[in-house]
């Protein structure tokens, strides 16, 4: 068994931990990244980057339909099929390439990745052992950089099986199209997933315990999506609770309750399960660190700058709580580096986008005019319709209603959020978010030139509708 002692150990190369290797080296950090799959973590293995893929090639083949019957005057002659295996295919080799390329980045930064599991003894030591569960290395650290990440929830009475009873990683690697789903929770993993297989020709079955899908936007913002799940048959059933399944012959038999309690069921191909994910904190020995859970005994427990209250041992990314985004965990990485290294950092990001690449897509940065006021805000709020944008038109964007919205304090006119629905909405989101973190004020943006044509233009006017006069508005 080799003996590794280091600086800084990293657990977990996810786009948390990998980024804080790789930022700890930079900064001359001696450094060891443990990782027990593959590079890249949950995000670029099986979530962000293969859902993405997922639903870019749904977005082609759905496209590539439309022109069956001649649209924009071109026509496709012929069929349109789907071969699900090249479909796979293809995203794992989008996936390997991003693997390979975050091993080269490790390497090329000097950061040493062990291809392993660890399980610590204390604060400060760790064993690592291989999938067989031989121990390779040893690894002794002054400073522990925890980034074990999440995984989906189970539900107990249907456990994963990844044949009948999926997971969304199962989700994004079925060589065979199902023909018909059922997803139990309508929150971002099962919307975005469920509107690709949607694309894809899959019928959609839709389970929420909550009275709406996407329950953590207004009633505004989910309206678009709601439309498009409508128009696209996708049956919502919202104020029902996921029961139990009955595996039969090849099919599976999902029964669930209403709001009134009666029973209902349906015979599906599959069962996808996304009811959210829980953070690792098992089985790599927390117990023996000594490290604190916060009060509801789920997340580690940090401070500001993501220090656990064992001293050297910070914590980062989905194992620390909400929001379970990526560019949270590599912020957070790359803070802590620096933290490590000897700078003054603070997690104290103005806001962190969130977006969700469903049909329309919905993005939002800071708060709503819901969530000002009760900070006790006044705002004023301006809406301008994508319908209203030339490029959106161009792009067909304008189809499935999106808006982008913006929330500003009535006293000063420093923006306090924006949100914004529609297809293609998500590249808007890198202006959005520095507007927020630089403090504009609704006359920075406004007197911003915005290129033409770009839907960019439409959070120029959304700014300008704010200050009550939109140009291509009324
Ligand atoms: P993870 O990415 O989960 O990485 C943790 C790593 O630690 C894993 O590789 C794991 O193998 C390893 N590990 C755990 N324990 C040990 C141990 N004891 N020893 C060694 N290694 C260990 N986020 C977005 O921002 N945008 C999106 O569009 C988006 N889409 C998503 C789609 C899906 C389908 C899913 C499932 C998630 C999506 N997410 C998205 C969420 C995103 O993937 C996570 O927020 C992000 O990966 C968290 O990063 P992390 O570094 O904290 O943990």
């Known amino acids: 068994m080799e003996q ?37 973590g949950t995000c670029l293995i099986r979530g962000c980057i293969p859902s993405k893929a997922i639903i870019h090639a749904a977005e082609k083949f759905e496209s590539l339909k439309s022109h069956q019957e001649g649209h924009m005057g071109l026509k496709v002659d012929g069929s349109v099929s789907i071969e699900m295996s090249d ?48 121990k390779i290395a040893h690894i002794s650290t002054e400073n522990v ?36 789903i059922a997803v139990i929770g309508g929150g971002y993993i099962g919307l975005e997933l469920g509107c690709a297989l949607r694309k894809l020709g899959v019928e959609i079955t839709v389970i929420e315990g909550l009275e709406n899908i996407a ?11 709601e439309r498009w799940l409508k128009k696209n048959s996708v049956k919502v059933l919202t104020n029902c609770m996921a029961k139990g399944v009955e595996i039969i012959g090849n099919e599976v038999k999902l029964s669930w309750t209403n709001v009134d309690g009666e029973e209902n069921s349906d015979i599906f191909d599959k069962v996808l399960v996304t009811v959210g994910r829980k953070p690792n904190t098992q089985g790599w020995g927390i117990e023996e660190m000594g490290i604190k859970l916060d009060k ?13 209250n064992m001293r050297g041992i910070y914590a980062i990314g989905d194992l620390i709580g ?58 004023i709020v301006g809406k301008f319709p994508l319908a209203a944008n030339g490029r ?50 609704l006359e920075d943006i406004a007197g911003t030139i915005h290129a033409h044509p770009t839907m960019t233009e439409s959070f120029h006017e959304a700014v300008l509708k704010t200050l009550g006069h939109a140009i291509h508005s009324l």
């Open 87 to 134: 479909l796979i295919d293809w995203k794992n080799n989008i996936v390997e390439k991003l693997n390979k390329g975050v091993e080269g980045l490790l390497k090329g930064n000097g950061a040493r990745l062990v291809k392993g599991w660890a399980h610590f003894l204390d604060g400060k030591t760790c064993n690592v052992t291989d999938s067989n569960g031989n």
């Open 215 to 225: 329950s953590i936007f207004d009633g505004e913002l989910r309206r678009p999506l």
């Open 322 to 379: 909400e929001p379970m985004l990526a560019h949270k965990a590599s912020a957070q990485g790359e803070m802590v580096a620096e933290i490590i290294s000897g700078e003054k950092r603070d997690f104290n990001p103005v806001a962190i986008p969130a977006i969700v690449f469903t049909e329309p897509e919905i993005v939002t940065v800071g708060m709503d005019q819901l969530e000002a006021e009760a900070e006790g805000e006044e705002v």
């Open 145 to 180: 950089i925890l980034a074990t990440g999440s995984e989906p929830i189970e539900l107990p009475f249907m456990p994963y099986d990844e044949k009948y009873v999926i997971s969304s990683t199962g989700a994004l690697d079925l060589e065979e199209l199902p023909e018909k």
């Open 4 to 40: 590794i002692s280091c600086q800084v150990l990293v657990v977990g190369a996810g786009p948390g931990g990998y980024v804080a290797a790789i930022r700890a080296a930079q900064l001359g950090l001696d450094t060891v990244i443990v990782e027990g799959d593959k590079a890249g």
């Open 296 to 308: 509801d005994g789920r997340f580690v427990s940090v401070d500001s700058q993501c220090r656990t």
């Open 392 to 441: 959106a038109l161009t792009l067909e964007a304008e189809k499935t209603g999106g808006f982008i919205r913006v929330v500003a304090r009535k006293s000063d006119h420093v923006i306090l959020g924006i949100q914004a629905v529609g297809s293609h909405v998500a590249e808007l989101s890198g202006a959005f978010i520095l507007a927020l973190e630089m403090g504009s004020l």
